[in-house]
């Protein structure tokens, strides 16, 4: 609920940004601006660290929205569950400070789709977070990208993951909801 007025803002804005023609492919870098607001931040008066993801969710609904996968999933009675997720940060956002949280997708695997978040000042990179996300069915079983393909089309300019984030998914793992995952400390 912390940012359900930015999202249903969000959501509303980029429903006019299509209609106005702003479209986005799959492959496209989507855009939304954001200023930090006494909400975001914490005691030493920056965005505070957990912020940065729930705005970058503002950045996911955009890109959804934009590039019609949205309609495809309410259509279908679809949803994503972000798997992983890894944020570095590089610079702080400061109290009314205005930036832009920049969007893409970086590809699939079989199992899931790849994201980037980033939060830019004038350019320059504060902060970058990578998602893994799968997508759910109506009955909270994991969807086949044949389906959602199916449903969306494929895009044919889609690059390939980098290795290196396959590489970080499969490090950041946790077992199966089917197989034991004991919090055993070493």
Do not use: C
Not at 25 to 43: F, K, M, N, Q
């Amino acid at each position: 609920m912390n940012v359900i007025w930015r999202t249903m803002l969000i959501h509303v804005l980029a429903r006019v940004r299509a209609r106005r023609g702003e479209r986005l492919s799959a492959t496209d870098v989507g855009r939304i601006r954001l200023t930090t607001l006494p909400t975001d931040i914490d005691i030493l008066m920056h965005m505070n660290n957990g912020r940065y993801l729930s705005l970058f969710d503002l950045g996911r609904w955009d890109l959804l929205v934009r590039t019609g996968l949205w309609d495809a999933m309410r259509r279908n009675g679809w949803y994503a569950v972000v798997s992983s997720a890894t944020v570095t940060f590089r610079k702080s956002l400061q109290l009314w400070q205005r930036f832009e949280i920049e969007s893409r997708l970086l590809g699939h695997d079989d199992r899931a789709l790849y994201l980037e978040h980033r939060a830019v000042v004038d350019g320059e990179i504060y902060a970058r977070v990578i998602i893994r996300a799968r997508m759910m069915d109506g009955h909270g079983t994991p969807l086949s990208h044949e389906r959602l393909f199916a449903a969306t089309g494929r895009p044919a300019d889609l690059p390939d993951v980098p290795d290196w984030v396959h590489e970080w998914a499969a490090a950041s793992q946790l077992p199966s909801t089917k197989r034991p995952a004991p919090s055993v400390w070493d």
